[in-house]
Nanobody, 125 residues
Framework: QVQLVESGGGLVQPGGSLRLSCAGS????????MGWFRQIPGKERELVAV????????WYRESVKGRFTISRDNAKNTVYLQMNSLKPEDTAHYYC??????????????????WGQGTQVTVSS
């Protein structure tokens, strides 16, 4: 059974940093395209960043470019999201997701086959 488990969220002041981790188990993690999404209550889940299976292709939401970095360590079955210069508008519940096929639309939630339970990020002074 595939499991994705996020960690690393928390409360941080504006301008601060957090590093989210997503550990995968039960499947061929190294073959999956991985994404980080976020969601706030009452709004749709939105894509933040994506990394291909080989780390050769990356995508970022415009609002996080230059501040967030997605990476992965396939030997550890883990994908990371380094978040710097955090802003209050980054406050959300962050989810990692795995796409087995790697060919669907990046931003569509239904493209992804597996999801973690999420971790809360709150940016506030």
């Amino acid at each position: 059974q595939v499991q994705l488990v996020e960690s690393g969220g928390g409360l941080v002041q504006p301008g601060g940093s957090l590093r989210l981790s997503c550990a995968g188990s039960g499947g061929t993690f190294s073959a999956w395209r991985m994404g980080w999404f976020r969601q706030i209550p009452g709004k749709e889940r939105e894509l933040v960043a994506v990394i291909s299976s080989s780390s050769g292709a990356l995508w970022y939401r415009e609002s996080v470019k230059g501040r967030f970095t997605i990476s992965r360590d396939n030997a550890k079955n883990t994908v990371y999201l380094q978040m710097n210069s955090l802003k209050p508008e980054d406050t959300a519940h962050y989810y990692c997701a795995a796409d087995r096929e790697g060919v669907g639309s990046l931003s569509q939630v239904h493209t992804y086959d597996y999801w973690g339970q999420g971790t809360q990020v709150t940016v506030s002074s």
